[in-house]
């Protein structure tokens, strides 16, 4: 009877851990160096949330952001089937009052009424990347921001984004980090964010079913993968505790 009890006080803390592991409120801070960054880019701030799902964005993180950020980045999932309009519009008026803001779909995003959820973000004046490029300019130097549809949409194209930027310095915003293996060998793009995997959400020992948030070098590119804001299917994390950024470009 003590064994069967103890068993049942661990899972509950267990439990207990893995709800607060999905409910953080992290803001993560990290410098990346970005070849032939443009000198008026130096220390550019870049926050990034992606995979929100059903959560509304905590007034802590808002509070951390507010004026500290240059350009605010949503990498997709803002929403899946169930979870209201009413929540994703509050959520994406908080972030479009931070800075200008730019958008890329997530897989979850085309589940319910994908026009619907259009027509919120361009109220907001969000910028929505799709297979495009948008260029942003500081002191006469500029940078280009692309975005691709999300590739379970068998839509993306990361050719028709790359054809529409002009500028040297190239941030590619995909929900789904997978594009990193469609990457040519000499490919112009220096940075991609993405998230879509939420760490694999629960690890045991170290393994997930999906890939765990962190960066890394392919060909040539740094590829940043996040844990994510929100959740699916459980409110529960393991190992692979709830994250936004603030990325800070470096020249190289």
């Known amino acids: 009877m003590i064994y069967i009890i103890g068993l049942v006080v661990a899972g509950l803390l267990l439990l207990s851990y893995m709800w607060i592991e999905a409910h953080l409120n992290r803001v993560v801070t990290q410098e990346l160096e970005i070849k032939d960054l443009p000198e008026s880019f130096e220390s550019y701030r870049i926050f990034f949330i992606s995979d929100l799902h059903n959560r509304l964005i905590s007034n802590n993180i808002l509070s951390k952001v507010k004026n500290n950020v240059d350009v605010v980045v949503i990498g997709g999932d803002v929403m899946e089937k169930g979870v209201s309009f009413e929540k994703v519009n509050e959520n994406l008026k908080q972030l479009s009052n931070l800075a200008p803001c730019y958008f890329v779909w997530g897989n979850n995003d085309y589940e319910d009424n994908p026009k619907k959820l259009e027509k919120i ?68 793009i220096q940075l991609i964010l993405s998230g879509h995997t939420h760490g694999g959400q ?18 040539r590119t740094t590829v940043v993968i996040s844990n994510g804001y929100g959740t699916t299917t459980l409110p529960l994390r393991l190992m692979a505790p709830a994250e936004s950024h603030i990325f800070i470009l470096k020249r190289k």
């Open 121 to 188: 973000l361009q109220g907001h004046h969000i910028t929505i990347l799709k297979n495009d490029a948008a260029k942003i300019t500081k002191t006469n130097e500029s940078i280009n921001l692309l975005g691709i549809d999300d590739l379970s949409t068998e839509n993306a194209s990361l050719e028709q984004a790359l054809n529409s930027a002009q500028e040297q310095t190239k941030i590619l915003i995909s929900h789904n980090p997978d594009i990193q293996y469609d990457l040519p060998e000499n490919n112009e």
């Open 202 to 219: 629960i690890r045991i020992f170290g393994w997930g079913l999906r890939e765990k948030g962190g960066t890394k070098e392919v060909n």
